[in-house]
């Protein structure tokens, strides 16, 4: 493989990863802050403990997010400084919002709301959550805002060798954008619905002490997962109306992408819909449907990573569509031995993580809200969870 | 503008050195001072609440870097790129490690993490030292190490002073200021330095307005929040950290 091909595996490694933690955490992170309000307002013990177990599991999660971002917010100078050399006066903006203001703001109310458990007043508390929930949009929108640009380059006009922004409006209204964000907040609304299904049918099929508790949390879920895949659905189908013609004509990979993730997904949202939807009072107690709940929980994260390829496929061989090649963003300096030695340490310790990650997830899921420690008070035994 | 957009990434810079100093202090002293559990379990709880806050004006800066300065971003990313790669594998690693350590109650899954967070801050500081060292000659070189030795001690005195500051069983003494004045001296050096290259490299006065007006709103809450975490985290207590 020559460099160009190492620094394109890389950024779609290192992106596909991020991605999967993104988009379980744009899902969850309104779950939770709900269940938080409820807590607020009901001081219900159900409530605090779904979400201090929901929140044990987002904030794992979460972290990865952040680690996977950085290495690929890095890469844009590393590998593709082209990008930044042709249209940096336009890209960059978007995605110096996203960093500047959303990312910085979204962490920072993290903090708040995982330390300030029993520290802040209860309504701050609350208040910190919606403010990650608000700022992680926020940051979809923009990094939609960055991607749909190189879709579509609108907003912006060729002087020269390099682009500029002429038209902000037309930037944030891009055709490319209207449909594919909410389509991607549908399908992260669909994943944390059915990992919440998944891992209350685990608890439920297993008869924990928690009934009401993960009850609860698989209704909740449901409706999320149903909401989520009508949104995703039909948010898709609405992009047809803009993807430039011939877009998926003779690309393999862009095309095995599309052509799955509508078949998994139509299959999904049939099912989700059509038989889980109408069982919703019956499903926490039908423990026969829980091993299916359970195994369904990876396909969003598989269909989720087929609709990017679709997209960022289907873009080949542009990076930014007919102003750019990805060849020709590549940087000039980039030798073999620079792009060999980044695609090891990257890939591999994101890898790593991301396998502990999972497993870490796995086992708070399996441990049950007992000794969750987010949110434990000081008297309280943490069992180190 | 391109005067107020030098000034803002002038302050995300030297504000990481004396915020995020600290925190990668505490982890430079964590094998020399975490005698046992408790006192590593303390030292950790005790940046715990102000990683997560102090960490994003790095990456704050890296948005400014691409979108006020795009020709420069590459450019300085290339030329320091091995190093580059190994600080954002030592990031990576610190990070991983606070998130990781506790999550497991095995002494060797908590050992394991706790060196990655040793491993990682000091990846940074060195890391630091060399970039700046790069940045002010215009070449990277191992000369660069001495540098970084300076930024590691400097911040490892800086964890000494706040952990002083914030734990009532740790004999650190000195004033926290002082030491994040050191802790953020060489990147204030090389700022000085650079201001006029800097300027020179802005993007476009339109791409920085509309930068700007974009910003401008959200600035107060930006503040706001970094002022809430000082104010809700600013006195220690007893509470249990997850970190």
């Given at each position: ?84 050399h042709t249209a940096?006066d336009v ?58 640009f190189?879709?579509?380059p609108a907003g912006a006009t060729r002087v020269g060798d390099h682009l500029q922004l002429t038209d ?152 930014i569509t007919g102003e750019l ?61 | ?203 476009p ?39």
């Open positions: 493989m020559d460099v160009l091909d190492i620094a394109r595996l890389q950024f779609a490694l290192t992106g596909s990863l991020h991605f999967l933690f993104v988009v379980l955490t744009l899902g969850l992170a309104p779950l939770v802050a709900i269940m938080n309000t409820r807590w607020a307002r009901s001081g219900n013990p159900v409530h605090e403990g779904m979400t201090r177990f929901w929140g044990q599991i987002y904030v794992i999660n979460y972290a990865m997010g952040i680690v996977t971002g950085l290495v690929m917010e890095f890469q844009f100078g590393l590998s593709w400084s082209g990008l930044a940096g890209f960059g903006a978007p995605l110096a919002m996203e960093t500047l203001v959303a990312f910085f703001l979204e962490s920072t109310f993290l903090g708040l709301w995982i330390f300030g458990w029993h520290r802040l007043p209860k309504w701050l508390h609350v208040a910190s959550i919606w403010m990650v929930v608000l700022t992680a949009y926020g940051s979809a929108f923009f990094i939609m805002v960055a991607n749909s190189l879709q579509n902000a409006g037309a930037l944030l209204s891009n055709p490319q954008l209207v449909f594919a964000l909410p389509h991607v907040i549908g399908a992260a609304l669909f994943t944390g619905g059915m990992v919440m299904m998944g891992a209350s049918a685990y608890h439920l099929r297993r008869r924990t002490p928690d009934l009401e508790l993960f009850t609860r949390s698989l209704r909740t879920g449901l409706v999320a997962a149903a909401v989520g895949i009508l949104l995703a659905v039909a948010m898709g189908y609405a992009q047809f109306s803009v993807v430039p013609e011939g877009k998926f004509e003779g690309n393999t990979g862009a095309g095995i992408g599309l052509g799955f993730m509508i078949l998994l997904g139509e299959l999904l949202m049939f099912v989700v819909l059509l038989v889980m939807l109408p069982m919703i009072k019956v499903l926490p107690r039908w423990r026969w449907t829980h091993p299916v709940l359970i195994a369904m929980t990876p396909l969003p994260f598989v269909i989720s990573i087929l609709g990017w390829m679709a997209r960022e496929i289907g873009r080949q061989p542009w990076m090649t990805v060849a020709d963003a590549l940087s000039p300096g980039l030798t073999q031995p620079m792009i060999a030695m980044s695609f090891a340490g990257f890939v591999g310790v994101l890898a790593m993580l991301a396998i502990v990650d999972y497993v870490l997830i796995v086992r708070v899921v399996r441990r049950g809200p007992v000794g969750t420690a987010l949110g434990a008070r000081p008297a309280e035994p943490v069992l180190s969870y | 503008m391109d005067i107020v957009w030098l000034a803002v990434f002038s302050a995300l810079l030297i504000g990481y050195f004396a915020l995020e100093g600290f925190d990668l202090g505490v982890g430079l002293l964590l094998p020399f001072l975490g005698r046992d559990r408790d006192r590593r379990d303390a030292m950790i709880g005790a940046i715990a609440p102000f990683v997560l806050a102090n960490e994003v004006w790095l990456v704050a800066l890296a948005g400014v870097l691409f979108g006020v300065y795009p020709s420069l971003e590459a450019e300085v990313l290339l030329a320091l790129y091995p190093l580059v790669v190994v600080m954002l594998l030592s990031w990576v690693l610190r990070d991983a490690g606070l998130w990781f350590r506790r999550r497991i109650p095995a002494q060797g899954w908590r050992s394991f993490w706790e060196f990655a967070i040793f491993i990682g801050s000091l990846g940074l500081a060195l890391g630091w030292g060399m970039a700046l060292f790069a940045l002010a000659t215009g070449s990277l070189s191992w000369t660069g190490l001495a540098l970084g030795g300076f930024v590691a001690v400097a911040f490892a005195y800086h964890g000494w002073t706040f952990l002083g500051r914030r734990l009532t069983s740790f004999p650190g003494g000195g004033s926290p200021w002082l030491s994040a004045v050191l802790a953020a001296a060489p990147a204030v050096i090389v700022l000085v330095g650079a201001a006029g290259y800097l300027l020179e490299h802005s993007a006065s339109a791409t920085l307005t509309t930068l700007g007006l974009m910003v401008v709103p959200f600035a107060p809450i930006m503040v706001g929040a970094q002022v809430l975490v000082w104010r809700t985290f600013g006195k220690a207590d007893r509470m249990p950290s997850f970190f």
